[in-house]
């Protein structure tokens, strides 16, 4: 009779370490990547040496909304970091772009000042960090477009 509390007790406790390890898996978007200072914002055919666009604001923008934004450092680099929670992966990768709200010609004057760039946003996997999992999204490649609302 005294091994009907414990095998409860037992079954209790399975079921709340099962519970507590499901909310512990938290999740993330990662979206890092870099500009560089082209009429495309990408990197120069065959690796040709590119200079990169310091300080421009990166917007990530869903439907008409800015969600989140970073600014590049001094190599062009940026990293988004998003909670899943309120903005699904999919709904990232189907509504939104990245846009840089800097105009070109803040990093070299023979670029446009009107436009901006865009890029649409690629998954590249995920990966786990302890109990943290990570959705890696990168640009897919950025264009000048010149009505960016």
């Known amino acids: ?27 993330i978007i990662n979206i890092p990547g870099t500009v560089f200072c082209t009429i495309n914002g990408n990197i120069g055919l065959n690796g040709i040496a590119t200079p990169v666009f310091p300080n421009a604001l990166v917007l990530l923008r869903c439907g008409g909304a800015v969600v989140a ?16 929670s309120p903005l699904p992966v999919s709904t990232v990768l189907s509504s ?7 105009p070109l010609s803040t990093c070299n004057t023979t670029l446009p000042a009107v436009g901006r760039l865009l890029s649409p946003l690629q998954f590249v996997g995920t990966t786990l960090v302890g109990l943290l ?4 999204l990168i640009p897919a490649g950025f264009q000048l477009h010149l009505n960016v609302g």
């Open 69 to 84: 934004n970073a600014t590049t450092n001094g190599s062009g680099f940026f990293s988004i970091v998003l909670n899943p």
């Open 133 to 136: 999992n990570v959705t890696n």
């Open 1 to 27: 009779m005294a091994s009907k509390p414990i095998i409860l007790l037992v079954s209790l406790l399975a079921i709340a370490i099962a519970a507590s390890t499901a909310e512990a898996q938290l999740g």
């Open 96 to 102: 939104c772009n990245l846009v840089v709200n800097t």
